[in-house]
């Protein structure tokens, strides 16, 4: 049992925990911006859920549909440590508004529609265990609140659209001067992690992007200077045109007797000109930049021969070269992504099977009450999120927002699997309509495939962090050893299913 | 009486990757050609109400990934399946020879109850390429494999020019109707809904 006793400050709200910490008391009186907003947001609303959210304000337009998120399981969100001896209590805590949830699953199709129904104590306690977790986590400057200063939106279709929203607020991208200060004289990267650190809350600056995506696709080793990455880029670049060489000599006699490499390229030839042709690196007819996507692809199928080419992959290809702006080096980073998520787009499907597996029990983790809905509609396999996972949501962002997320997930700083948390977040955004207006596995797919471009990026990484802190080991422990991006576990037999048969 | 309902009817394009299966699906539902779409990824769906013999369907066309290797996908993506249309380019000989397969592959993934009679139909798709003139396959050839296939029913069609399309989904959905009573329906109000008002089979399409 958490402890749980009437707020002084204010009648309605119940404090959870309250442990009469002296600072934690000060700092909870703070006046803070952020948080008075959210908090005059919530009892403008009253109370819309028994899923217990914050009601969130909307960046923009950019978000075309929310639901509430259960508020009971972010009570720990401020605990970055995992052994913080407060999380155990946060868990005991959310193990007792699991109770909640599985009472508001049960009710949750009425409530839907009656929003304005008469709060509840469940509601305001969390309601103020989150007010107070915020207002303690200024103190640690790591982890910060948004202070969304937004309106709500007013006479939207989305009135219910009330989200919680916490995890450290998206910073500036990386500057140039900045990234300078992390390399010593001869160029090596002194603080990887701070570095890391850095490019996660903020990304990079797209000037800088051709150098940092380098270090993020592990083409250059952190530690390398300088000099010796400009040696490897002169011998990689040798060995690139070299196996270039070996397809661009195939004669057409010779590719007449060689059906894979026909087809194969063939495949190839078909897919670039249909990847990001609305981005003007890639537009109009014979787009030289478009030959240049297919060369590294076809290369690449010779380097990789095995693996050879998948759709889905002319996908993450495309940002990789427009910021590259050279074709080696676009190869070898393309190269090295590979390396991480060849998996994705082998034969057996077994890397696509192994995070979507890994996704289902992160949700079963992280939301027992929307795991248990997937379950009873036959979503278990969560082919839905195929899309998200196949090519890290480059479909569901502008091109823009995407090199920005990418960078974001490549710097592994919270998790490999960051992309996964990202899947849960937006799966907890949208739980309420889920289950709300009962989605079967068809409408699912639908509606997940029609949030592309409806999704706020910065607040999808928040969120994701947020789930990926309160997961802690238990949510590493969820995801299969070897699992894309993680590299792989290499057996004798290689790493890619060989089927003769198939292209 | 029960045929005024609104049923739901599930049609799968299957096919090579670029015959044009997301193209026709847009050519019928939106009535638009593009060619700036991208290679589909997983799967996706469109739907359009039509009027049948004064029956009004819902139908869900969903549109597949074409690459062989997501074939492992189809589990999840064809079960409830009422009819199947399999898409080759004219132009393109291994996209012809591929329809055994993806009718095969089809077959076992969404096992349906009785795999004989289930309904598909062929579209010969981009007849307007080149005016014609780069076509690899026949018609004659596409019509005696849909002779030995039991008679699918088979269209030339244009997604481009929007050649044939209506003509060819219209004959889809009365085969999507075809086994109807003894389908094994997905969407639960779907169940009970004809008595003997089925299509005539598959000979008035050709």
């Known amino acids: ?503 | 009486m029960a045929s005024r309902r609104r049923t739901l009817l599930k049609v799968i394009i299957l096919g090579d990757s670029g015959v044009g299966k997301t193209s026709l699906m847009n050519q019928y539902v939106n009535k638009k050609f593009s060619n700036q779409y991208k290679a589909t990824i997983g799967a996706d769906f469109l739907t359009k109400e039509v009027q049948f013999e004064d029956r009004l369907f819902t139908l869900q066309i969903w549109d597949t990934a074409g690459q062989e290797r997501f074939q492992s996908l189809g589990v999840a993506f064809y079960r409830g399946a009422d009819c199947c249309v399999l898409v080759y380019d004219v132009n393109s000989m291994k996209s012809f020879d591929n329809l055994n397969n993806w009718r095969e592959e089809f077959l076992i993934q969404a096992s349906p109850s009785d795999p004989d009679n289930f309904p598909f139909v062929l579209l010969g798709n981009k007849v307007d390429v080149d005016g014609g003139n780069s076509r690899v396959v026949s018609e004659k050839k596409a019509k005696a494999w849909c002779a030995s296939k039991g008679n699918i029913p088979y269209f030339e069609t244009s997604a481009k020019d929007g050649i044939n399309v209506e003509e060819a989904f219209q004959c889809i959905v009365k085969n999507a109707l075809k086994n109807e009573p003894e389908e094994e329906l997905y969407m639960p109000d779907t169940v009970d809904v004809v008595g003997g008002n089925r299509g005539q089979g598959s000979s008035g399409c050709c």
């Open chain 1, 1 to 503: 049992f958490s402890l749980c006793c009437r707020s002084d400050d204010d009648p309605n709200v119940f404090l959870v925990n309250d442990f009469e910490d002296p600072l934690q008391k000060s700092l909870s009186s703070l006046e803070l911006p952020g948080v008075a907003t959210v908090a005059n947001a919530m009892s403008r609303q009253n109370s819309f859920s028994f899923t217990g959210s914050v009601s969130e304000v909307r960046h923009g337009d950019d978000a075309k549909y929310g639901g509430p998120s259960t508020m009971s399981e972010y009570v720990s969100k401020q605990r970055r440590k995992s052994n913080d001896p407060g999380r155990d209590i946060s868990f005991q805590v959310l193990e007792k508004f699991s109770l909640v949830t599985k009472f508001a699953r049960e009710t949750t199709s009425s409530l839907f529609r009656e929003n304005h129904s008469s709060g509840s104590h469940a509601y305001g306690r969390q309601k103020q265990e989150y007010v107070l977790d915020n207002k303690a986590s200024d103190k640690y400057a790591d982890q910060l609140i948004t202070p969304d200063d937004a309106s709500l939106p007013s006479d939207s279709v989305e009135s219910d659209e009330l989200l919680l929203v916490w995890g450290k607020k998206r910073g500036n991208p990386l500057s140039v001067e900045e990234w300078r200060a992390f390399l010593d004289p001869e160029g090596r990267i002194m603080d990887s992690k701070a570095l890391r650190k850095k490019i996660f809350y903020g990304g990079v600056d797209h000037v800088l992007r051709k150098e940092v995506w380098k270090f993020l696709l592990s083409y250059h080793e952190y530690d390398s200077t300088q000099a010796e990455r400009e040696y490897l880029a002169a011998m990689k670049r040798e060995e690139y045109e070299a196996i270039k060489s070996q397809w661009k000599s195939i004669s057409t006699t010779q590719a007449k007797r060689f059906t894979k490499f026909r087809e194969r390229k063939g495949l190839i030839d078909k897919d670039v000109v249909r990847t990001d042709r609305s981005v003007p690196y890639y537009e109009g007819d014979d787009n030289p930049n478009v030959i240049v996507l297919r060369d590294i692809l076809v290369t690449y199928s010779f380097y990789n021969f095995d693996l050879g080419y998948c759709q889905g992959m002319s996908d993450f290809l495309a940002p990789i070269l427009y910021v590259m702006e050279d074709e080696s080096e676009a190869f070898w980073c393309f190269a090295s992504l590979m390396e991480r998520l060849g998996g994705n787009f082998n034969r057996d499907q077994n890397g696509m099977h192994a995070q979507l597996l890994g996704l289902s029990k992160l949700v079963e983790l992280l939301d027992p009450s929307l795991h248990n809905y997937f379950r009873q509609n036959d979503c278990l396999n969560y082919f839905f999120c195929f899309r998200w996972v196949l090519i890290q949501f480059k479909r569901e962002f502008s091109f823009d927002q995407i090199m920005l997320l990418w960078e974001v997930l490549w710097t592994h700083y919270f998790s490999e699997h960051f992309h996964l948390y990202l899947c849960v977040g937006i799966l907890k955004r949208y739980r309420l309509r889920i289950i709300g207006e009962g989605m079967d596995f068809d409408t699912l797919l639908k509606f997940i495939n029609e949030l592309s471009g409806q999704i706020n990026i910065d607040r999808a990484i928040q969120d994701a962090e947020a789930l990926c802190t309160i997961a802690g080991e238990a949510g590493a422990d969820c995801i299969p050893p070897g699992t894309p991006p993680s590299m792989p576990i290499e057996t004798d037999g290689g790493l890619y299913l060989q089927e003769d048969d198939v292209l």
